[in-house]
């Protein structure tokens, strides 16, 4: 149990498009799921707290307007990096609480953006 | 606000050596801790996690993590590693000023074991 799932799991795009990163809790409803970024060879950033339902809740730091997080199910969780640059590159990891007052989180496997 | 740091960056060792990982946390309040482990190419899994009790927790793959408060640590260990646990580990913190929602991580400590 406890699967988290991402798709894609790599993209490239150019410089000036918009990406879409989904985010799946297959086999239990999540409440809350998170969006992490991890750099290469450094540890995961979280970026965002994503509730169903309501608008998520942006680190210091992250532009909210460029990582547009929507969560509009139980199960499911999109980050939109809009009009993405090569500096937006990165490796973009999601997880996902389990049950209401779950307190582990379980990750996706991430997804490879690279922008050209 | 937590910070968790995770002293040894590169760690290596042959099959069968006993493999200890540190883990410091700075937050005075009640924590829950975790350790999770990326092998090459794989994403973050859990390895094992302390929210109350025994602070000698057991997890998966023959590691265990004992929690001391008095020194804010929850270090990694297994007695014996295989060629197999070679991946990079992290350990990670969430505390109730947060309601235990925002997990911050180490840096990691990446681990190659020898054969």
């Known amino acids: 149990g406890a699967v988290v799932s991402q798709h894609p799991s790599w993209v490239i795009c150019k410089s000036g498009t918009s990406v879409k990163i989904e985010c799946r809790s297959l086999d239990f409803q999540a409440t809350t799921m998170f969006w992490y970024r991890q750099f290469p060879k450094q540890s995961l950033m979280l970026m965002a707290t994503?509730?169903?339902?309501?608008?998520?809740?942006?680190e210091q730091g992250v532009e909210k307007d460029k990582f547009l997080i929507n969560h509009a199910s139980l199960t499911l969780s999109t980050l939109t990096v809009t009009s993405a640059h090569p500096e937006d590159s990165s490796f973009y990891i999601c997880s996902a609480h389990q049950g209401l007052a779950g307190r582990t989180q379980y990750f996706g496997p991430g997804t490879r953006l690279l922008v050209l | 606000a937590q910070s968790v740091s995770q002293h040894n960056h590169h760690v290596i060792l042959s099959e069968a050596a006993s493999l200890e990982l540190g883990c410091n946390y700075s937050?005075?309040?009640?924590?829950?801790l975790f350790w999770y482990v990326q092998y090459p190419g794989q994403h973050l899994q859990l390895l094992l996690k302390?929210?109350?009790?025994?602070?000698l927790v057991k997890g998966i793959k023959g590691f265990e993590a004992e929690f001391i408060k008095s020194k804010f640590s929850f270090n990694l260990r297994k007695p014996s590693v295989q060629w197999s646990d070679t991946a990079e580990y992290f350990c990670a913190v969430n505390g109730m000023n947060t309601g235990f929602q925002k997990l911050v991580f180490g840096t990691g400590t990446r681990l190659l074991v020898s054969p």
């Open positions: 302390y929210f109350s009790g025994d602070p």
């Open positions: 994503s509730n169903e339902g309501s608008k998520a809740t942006y």
């Open positions: 937050y005075g309040g009640t924590v829950n």
